[in-house]
Nanobody
Framework: QVQLVESGGGLVQAGGSLRLSCAAS????????MRWYRQAAGKGRELVAS???????NYADSVKGRFTISIDNAKNTVYLQMNSLKPEDTAVYYC???????????????WGQGTQVTVSS
């Protein structure tokens, strides 16, 4: 069994910062990549940022220069540092990960339960 647990969401004023964490636990052989998605009310889920186990990163244009994704491979944890937050960043933020549970198995995508981020104007 594998679990992803997010934390760090909350209410912040525009211009403020939050740091999200997502820890993977359970039967894990390796993690190939981890990502942060978000879903605002009434909208589809969008990819915010991704990072490989080697540290390669990608960002949505809307968050470039404001958000930073990082990974601690020893802790199986991914972080999302969010600075200069805007009201349009308000959403439920989800992490997911490509996890290999045992040597020789193909990676499977697991999702966390989500954490709410609300940015007030």
């Amino acid at each position: 069994q594998v679990q992803l647990v997010e934390s760090g969401g909350g209410l912040v004023q525009a211009g403020g910062s939050l740091r999200l964490s997502c820890a993977a636990s359970g039967s894990i052989f390796s993690i190939n990549a981890m990502r942060w998605y978000r879903q605002a009310a009434g909208k589809g889920r969008e990819l915010v940022a991704s990072i490989s186990s080697g540290g390669s990163t990608n960002y949505a244009d809307s968050v470039k220069g404001r958000f930073t994704i990082s990974i601690d491979n020893a802790k199986n944890t991914v972080y999302l540092q969010m600075n200069s937050l805007k009201p349009e960043d308000t959403a439920v933020y989800y992490c997911n990960a490509d996890i290999v549970r045992s040597r020789g198995l193909v990676p499977y995508i697991y999702w966390g339960q989500g954490t709410q981020v609300t940015v007030s104007s």
